[in-house]
């Protein structure tokens, strides 16, 4: 196994260590074999979050242990077809907070699931997305998808006609008039359901 580190800014962008100087916010990323192992999170100069992601043989404690704290964001990844599927756990004080689960194809977040602290899908905070060719992160797809609390679709919200600062949103019995096929083409965005 090879580790290696690299330093981005918060936005991702790659920086250098001469960099890291000045910024003082910043990401130091650990790589094992050319895979994300573990993000340090830095706000002015200091470790603000610890992301780490867990393989199947590793226990909690182990991982707990091995990074000199209990309060971490740990993260599962699994592979289900065309699909990766990334589990993210909110940890404080080795008592997960939050959880929320993202179906990513090509990597990009087509759903993100947000849980409480019971289990239950925060339907407030989860959504779906489409992305054009171009576009690669959340914030640049071409249309989010809202739900109510029943998985059916409340509404979407994208950039450019009919959208606008005023009015963000058309209700899902609107979309037909402006975008007729949108949801005949991508039934997944009908409902709420997490897997295609």
Known sequence: MSTTVRYTNLDNAQITIQQLGYLGDYKKIY??????????????????????????YESLDSVFS??????VTIITIEEFNEYIIKTIYNYIDGINENMQKQ?????????????????NIDVRFSAKYMYDDNSFKIGEEIFRFYYYADGTLECICGKGY?????????????IQNYFPNLLTDNSYYINFTFLP
């Open 31 to 56: 790589l094992v074999d050319d895979i994300e192992k573990k993000v340090e999170i830095y706000v002015d100069n200091k470790i603000d979050e610890i992301q780490y992601t867990k393989a199947d």
């Open 162 to 174: 009919p959208f606008s600062e005023h009015n963000p949103f058309l209700k899902a019995s609107e």
């Open 103 to 119: 179906l990513l194809m090509d990597n990009k977040i087509i759903c993100n699931h947000e849980f409480d602290t019971s289990g």
């Open 66 to 71: 091995q990074l000199g704290t209990n309060s």
